[in-house]
């Protein structure tokens, strides 16, 4: 199956946070499973460096060269059909990154691992 790994999923399966259910631990790491991080993530993580939220103790490339492609996560990019979809969500989640990242898991039909609950108000499956 392929997941969409909401960016704080990412986060703390990255740094073996116990905020990860279990679930969503077993589902990442299941060897059956592809896993995805859109880019938006990682320009999620950059601002949020940038204004002093998140610490991530190294730069981005190293964090994608480490994290991401060390742990076989593929980098979902934005495509225009992506794009489609976001213009037709409805406004339950008011964040833009959020409401990205939906609309690539509701556009590729991939289940997004995330403890978000305002996810729950569009049609996508949720793994948590």
Request: net charge negative; charged share 20%.
């Amino acid at each position: 199956m392929k997941l969409l790994l909401d960016t704080h999923a990412f986060l703390w399966f990255i740094e073996g946070n116990q905020n990860l259910s279990l679930t969503a631990k077993n589902a990442i790491e299941s060897p059956t499973n592809q896993r995805y991080l859109s880019i938006a993530s990682l320009w999620e993580i950059a601002i949020k460096v940038s204004i002093g939220k998140l610490e991530i103790g190294m730069t981005l490339t190293e964090l994608v060269n480490r994290e991401v492609y060390g742990n076989a996560i593929e980098m979902l990019e934005i495509q225009s059909h992506h794009l489609d979809t976001l213009a037709g969500l409805p406004f339950h989640h008011k964040d833009p990154f959020d409401r990205l990242i939906l609309s690539q898991g509701l556009t590729e039909k991939m289940p997004i691992v995330t403890k978000d609950g305002l996810f729950a108000n569009y049609p996508v499956t949720l793994i948590w």
